[in-house]
């Protein structure tokens, strides 16, 4: 099985996100997860335009990944 989790799960705590993963680890043994994931600049500079005048989105950009593995809420 594959799951897509497009420009979805940095929305989300990383703790959340660390759940649902290993949620789907554990009841889906030898699926695939692919993710699109920000770097922390990426996730700062779209905050800023997020709470920008020039933007009607509420949501914020909650983590990055400085490499495969590391997420910038370990930093």
């Excluded at 099985?1 to 979805?8: G, H, N, R, S």
Aim: charged content about 25%.
């Amino acid at each position: 099985m594959l799951f897509l989790a497009e420009t979805v799960l940095v929305y989300l705590d990383p703790d959340e996100v660390r759940s649902l993963v290993l949620r789907l680890r554990d009841r889906f043994p030898g699926s695939e997860l692919v993710i699109d994931a920000w770097r922390p600049y990426e996730v700062w500079v779209g905050n800023r335009y997020l709470t920008s005048a020039r933007s009607s989105f509420a949501g914020l950009l909650r983590w990055g990944v400085w490499e495969a593995g590391r997420s910038s809420d370990e930093a």
